[in-house]
């Protein structure tokens, strides 16, 4: 990590230490200009981001830049989605070079340090873990002593490997592959005797593997690892982003559904006053939309497209999905059924 925020630091651009007042919101006000939201996922992570048949990228990570185009144009499909290496993607930000990113990064306090890079809200709270071969016939992370575990530097990933084997006193290796496929591949082709990294990551590699199912997860979680949207610092562009996943979330909560939605809003009048909040233009819904420039019907245009929280967990990660994460056990629940998902007010 710390030769990249080296390289990062001198790179980094003073241009957002420019006090004036009327310079708030110049780049949200700039993405509308460009009539689309650049956003930066990983180039390959099934589950997470992975491009389709027709080579338009799906996934958990990706909805929430369509999320951004819905609140900012009323239209998620205003975004230009990059798949970029993790490294670079900082590097992407830092250098200005795109308008947001969405994928597996960690809020950490020297990264939110930085000028250019806005953490805004954690939209999956991880930790990391280790993927190892069945054939290994190893159940605990304990019996690692000895082993050589595939990492990538640039992360968090070998500081927390660094603490969590100090502090057992256990002897390892690493093998730092910058490169993701190198990476799988020397770990897929017994080069490694573990893979270590957020679980999320671990979930979605394995559905890389030739056969993933001769592949576990090992229970131990060894880091928190809140895995954040990251924007340009702007006033306006991260409130509409953070208000975005606040109405998943609220939406969530009030049972409202991309499917029962519309109904929703046929009776909007009699409706609940949270709901009424969350989708009226005459209510803090349209006051948010007018104070910070974003489209009216933004928090419609979000779940009528993509969803509330749940149902896009549900849909890439959750039971039915190749990656089948038990989201009942999982941190990113709401808050009210046990979880770490606490939906801010929309008053
Ligand atoms: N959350 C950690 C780890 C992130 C991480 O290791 N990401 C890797 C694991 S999948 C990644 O995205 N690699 C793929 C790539 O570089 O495209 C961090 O922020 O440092």
Redesign the pocket.
């Known amino acids: 990590?710390s030769k990249v925020f080296t390289v990062a630091l001198v790179c980094a651009t003073l241009g957002t230490l420019a006090p004036t007042v009327s310079q708030a919101g110049e780049q949200l006000d700039r993405i509308k200009q460009n009539d689309k939201i650049v956003c930066i996922v990983?180039?390959?992570?099934p589950g997470f981001s992975v491009p389709d048949s027709q080579g338009v990228f799906q996934g958990f990570n990706t909805d929430f830049c369509r999320m951004a185009a819905g609140v900012i144009f009323g239209d998620v499909n205003k975004v230009e989605i990059r798949g970029?290496?993790?490294?670079d993607s900082l590097k992407t930000m830092i250098a200005g070079d795109a308008d947001m990113a969405s994928?597996?990064?960690?809020q950490t306090a020297t990264r939110a340090a930085e000028p250019n890079l806005g953490f805004v809200v954690t939209t999956f709270y991880?930790g990391q873990g280790f993927m190892v071969p069945k054939s290994l016939n190893v159940n605990s992370a304990r019996e690692l002593a000895g082993a050589t575990i595939c990492a990538?530097d640039?992360?968090?990933?070998l500081q927390s490997l660094a603490d969590y084997f100090g502090r057992l006193n256990v002897q390892y290796t690493v093998q730092n592959i910058?490169d993701?496929s190198a990476r799988l591949q020397a770990f897929f082709s017994g080069k490694c005797d573990a893979l270590s990294?957020?679980l999320s990551?671990l979930a979605?590699?394995r559905q890389l593997a030739p056969n993933p199912d001769d592949y576990v997860i090992l229970p131990e979680v060894i880091s928190n690892?809140p895995?954040t949207l990251v924007a340009r610092p702007d006033k306006e562009l991260q409130e509409a982003i953070f208000w975005g996943v606040q109405a998943m979330l609220n939406a969530e909560e009030l049972g409202i559904t991309s499917q029962n939605i519309d109904q929703v809003m046929s009776q909007l009048d009699s409706a609940p006053p949270k709901v009424k909040r969350l989708l009226s233009q005459n209510e803090a819904a349209g006051d948010v939309a007018k104070k910070l420039g974003i489209s009216p019907n933004w928090s419609y245009v979000v779940i009528k497209n993509l969803g509330n929280y749940g149902e896009v967990f549900e849909r890439h990660l959750g039971k039915g999905s190749a990656l089948a994460m038990d989201r009942a056990t999982s941190p990113n629940r709401l808050a009210i059924d046990g979880g770490l998902l606490y939906a801010y007010p929309i008053r």
């Not at 640039?154 to 990933?157: D, P, V």
């Open positions: 990590m990983n180039p390959n992570s970029v290496g993790f490294s994928r597996s990064i960690t991880d990538e640039g992360t968090t990933t910058a993701k990294t957020d990551a979605s590699d690892e895995l």
